[in-house]
């Protein structure tokens, strides 16, 4: 395995974060190898994107190109996306349906189970040139990755020791994924951005229950989710998977509020019936926010479905893509709705905006101070659930309580 030239000191417990970790080529080089290549489900695709044999998806698993396939018997496959002759890209569009595939190099040809199919000139012409006699088609595949699905979500892992999915995803988590995305599901939008930021400032981000209603403003100024409203927090037993939700009906109106900025504005919308919204489920809750590890997100605000997942494209910039989604049984008026406050969120939405750029304010701040620390002890000093406050970062230090493990950093 390998190890860091200069070892890292991490401070005991998960409640301090060196900065190192946002800044540091040889931690993100080595996260490569014992997260993304390593013995964790990644998030690859939405089986909608390879509903139909032949339909071919490329995508990302850390920094490795990937490309997600589904064969003529309906058989979904997933391999690096890397010619087996000199390592080019095989598959150059993001989505296509394709009989076989083909890399526009040198015309080595692949079945959608990545197995070696055919060489250009194999055989040379006239009797010269082409392969040598001992070469051998089969040990020439595409590198594949193992896949598993769950509700609708295709996941793929580069090691053997990878535990099934159903296990690494933890019965609590299951249910909740299959809460939201447990029915047929239909695309409604896709957009992506670029974050300059590190990856693990956007998944503390996203873990991060109570920045919400003091960052975002129209959060609190519109009451879509604030800290008096009843809610929690639910950590997968290994911490690193994590659900925090709200229940819009329960506002207290807390005079806490009037101390902080997003507290302060008392303005209306032109057009409310952006926040109106119907009760989609039994169980009161109408916000939440549900990460598995390392790179996956499910949201679901009022009606607003999306799946969000995000690609680290170097130390200081990640790429963050959104797919909005909504339900096959949506009549047309569901629809209109889901896709309206779509623009909650997404790159420019009225709630998420200010995640854009909070985060590259971190990786600035941080970057010169590599041995500084960040505090993280908002609700405690460890990572455990707590289903009766949001005022807590117990999920931030659940996501370093998981890759402390993962990376062997004690």
Not at 7 to 31: N, T
Not at 235 to 248: A, G, P, V
Not at 252 to 258: L, M, T
Not at 308 to 322: A, N, Q, S
Request: net charge negative.
């Amino acid at each position: 395995m390998t190890s860091l030239a200069e070892p890292l000191a991490w401070p005991e417990g998960v409640a301090r974060v060196p900065f190192r970790v946002f800044s540091d080529a040889e931690i993100y080089a080595l996260e490569q190898e014992r997260i993304f290549r390593g013995p964790i489900w990644n998030f690859l695709c939405m089986e909608l994107d390879v509903a139909k044999a032949g339909d071919v998806r490329t995508t990302w698993v850390g920094e490795t190109p990937v490309v997600v396939t589904r064969d003529a018997e309906g058989n979904l496959h997933a391999m690096v996306n890397r010619c087996a002759h000199k390592g080019a890209l095989v598959c150059l569009k993001q989505k296509e349906n394709r009989e076989s595939l083909t890399c526009v190099y040198h015309a080595w040809n692949y079945s959608l189970d990545g197995k070696l199919k055919s060489v250009a000139f194999r055989n040379g012409l006239k009797g010269k040139g082409g392969m040598p006699e001992d070469f051998d088609a089969s040990k020439h595949r595409l590198q594949p990755l193992r896949v598993a699905t769950f509700c609708g979500l295709v996941f793929g892992t580069f090691s053997d020791e990878t535990e099934p999915l159903d296990q690494y995803l933890g019965a609590p988590m299951a249910k909740f994924l299959d809460r939201n995305l447990g029915r047929p599901l239909k695309v409604l939008g896709v957009h992506s951005q670029m974050i300059h930021n590190n990856w693990k400032l956007y998944a503390e981000n996203v873990r991060d229950s109570y920045h919400a209603t003091l960052l975002h403003t129209f959060y609190t100024t519109f009451k879509v989710n604030r800290l008096d409203m009843d809610g929690g927090i639910i950590l997968s037993d290994k911490k690193w998977h994590h659900i925090s939700y709200t229940k819009r009906a329960t506002l207290a109106a807390e005079k806490e509020y009037e101390s902080v900025h997003s507290g302060q504005y008392q303005s209306e919308l032109s057009g409310p019936e952006l926040l109106n919204a119907w009760d989609e489920f039994a169980d009161g809750i109408t916000h939440s926010i549900q990460t598995v590890f390392p790179t996956l997100v499910v949201h679901f605000t009022l009606n607003s479905l999306a799946v969000r997942y995000f690609v680290p494209r170097g130390i200081d910039k990640t790429e963050l893509y959104w797919v909005f989604l909504g339900y096959e049984s949506d009549d047309a008026a569901k629809e209109e709705m889901r896709v309206m406050q779509g623009n909650l969120t997404g790159a420019a939405g009225l709630v998420s905006l200010e995640d854009g750029c909070i985060n590259s304010f971190v990786q600035r701040g941080t970057r010169t101070s590599p041995d500084a620390q960040a505090f993280i002890e908002m609700g405690g000093k460890v990572a455990e659930s707590n289903e009766s406050s949001r005022a807590t970062e117990a999920s931030v230090r659940g996501f370093w309580h998981g890759y402390r493990n993962i990376m062997g950093f004690h």
